[in-house]
């Protein structure tokens, strides 16, 4: 079967891309009203082209127009007829915005959701698609298990890029030493998949005890709080903690110095620490557990996991008076994937018995690597992370399915629309 490069011709608008545009209608109201991709409306309206799975594609459209009274005029004052807007026209018209767009691009003319192939279409599930594989396309692919969910069944599911692999050895390095490292990371960079690794490793030492403060609202956190962590956790539940605070610091103060006598470490992990942002005075506390020694050696590490706002808390420049918390933090950013992209497809595809070769073309990696990279001035940044990446592949493989195609191609990866980096 052809791939999508012999489909896709280079850019060249129609006529349509103009009536579109002059009416204020975006083509993302289009794909609703035909219960089809975006993508899909993009490569009919501005290449030309044809998916062999849906040769009425612009019969449907037609339908779609023809009954509008403003495209009903707009034909007249153009002595034109529908079935000419699919002529090819001179001017390129890439970057105009619909004359209906505000500065944001938002459509203020809004075409009103006529479905024609589906009655049933429901607005609410459009973002379905970029989470769900459809059973097409596992049939498709000769899969029969999502590759991306349900990920972490056994040991060896777990990918380690290059920069995971470096921030679980610190934070390794952390639990058995005393140290202490702040591991920051957008959505979906893979901070949970790191930790349970680490927890992996110590159940395999058995020298190293977790105080995993259970408290669900982390912004109020206190000293408190966790002193009656660390005494429920050492004590496997069975502690009771004293009420007043200064009898508790030495209560914590004990424990953790019997830890340390019985030649056991303690770690104590905090995940969703961004919340610690409201209440720095918390987060300075988390120094004076650090602090606490028996003959010479820590008694507690500390390892915060948390989101990108997290980052802030160890600005100096914003932060002055937490010199002494931020200059003893060791600061972990997980970057995207894209050194990574191809043996990280690979790993997954290869879970589910499938050849990587047979979903996406090295060109398509390419071109999604090309996609999930952005600049911080200069500087080129990955946001390939690792649920970003198997969001974009749902896509693309739905829309390779829907497009008739056999493999996800460069173009097709290009076609995507609409797709965030979360």
């Known amino acids: 079967m052809p791939t999508a ?17 002059q009416l204020g209608i975006d083509q993302a109201t289009v794909s609703r009203s035909l219960d089809v991709s975006r993508a899909l409306v993009s490569l009919v309206i501005n290449r030309g082209y044809i998916p062999p799975s849906m040769r009425d594609i612009r019969e449907r459209i037609e339908q779609l127009l023809v009954i509008r009274p403003d495209v009903d005029e707009w034909l007249k004052k153009n002595q034109t007829n529908i079935t000419a807007i699919w002529q090819i026209e001179g001017e390129d018209l890439r970057d105009r915005k619909p004359s209906g767009a505000n500065r944001r691009g938002r459509e203020t003319n809004k075409m009103p959701a006529i479905v024609i192939c589906n009655p049933n279409t429901d607005a609410s599930k459009i973002k379905e698609e970029d ?12 899969m029969f298990r999502h590759p991306f969910l349900n990920d972490m069944e056994k040991d060896g599911d777990t990918y380690m890029g290059e920069d995971h692999r470096y921030i679980l050895e610190v934070m390794d390095f952390a639990a058995n030493h ?5 591991v920051i990371g957008e959505v979906g960079s893979g901070k949970t998949s790191m930790r ?7 159940r395999r030492s058995g020298d190293i005890r977790i105080v995993y403060p259970r408290i669900i609202d982390k912004s ?22 004293k009420s007043r605070l200064e009898a508790k610091s030495r209560q914590v103060e004990q424990h953790l110095k019997d830890h340390c006598r019985s030649g056991m470490k303690v770690a104590m992990i905090i995940e969703e620490a961004q919340d610690l942002i409201a209440n720095s005075h918390t987060i300075k506390m988390l120094k004076r557990f650090n602090e606490i020694e028996f003959e010479g050696k820590k008694t507690i590490g500390i390892i915060l996991i948390g989101q990108s ?14 010199r002494e918390v931020i200059r003893r933090f060791e600061v972990a950013i997980i970057r995207g994937l894209n050194g990574d992209l191809k043996t990280y497809l690979d790993h997954k595809f290869k879970r589910v018995g499938v050849d990587l070769k047979t979903i996406i073309t090295d060109e398509g990696i390419k071109a999604l690597s090309d996609r999930l990279t952005t600049k911080e001035g200069r500087r080129k940044v990955s946001i390939a992370y690792p649920l970003t990446v198997n969001r ?3 896509r693309a493989m739905n829309e390779a399915v829907e497009l008739g195609e056999r493999i996800v191609t460069p173009e097709i990866i290009n076609s995507l ?4 980096a979360l």
């Open 5 to 21: 490069a012999a489909y896709i011709t280079p850019f060249k608008p129609m006529t349509i891309k103009r009536l579109l545009l």
């Open 131 to 142: 989470y769900m594989l459809s059973q097409e396309a596992k049939k498709h692919f000769k």
């Open 178 to 182: 005393g140290g202490m490292v702040a």
């Open 196 to 202: 349970r690794e680490l927890e992996k490793r110590i």
């Open 220 to 241: 109020r956190a206190t000293a408190s709080s966790l002193c009656d962590a660390i005494v429920y956790d050492l004590t496997d539940g069975k502690g009771t903690p």
């Open 309 to 322: 706002e997290l980052s802030s808390v160890f600005d100096e420049t914003v932060n002055y008076h937490m």
């Open 392 to 394: 974009w592949m749902v």
């Open 417 to 420: 629309q609409g797709l965030e």
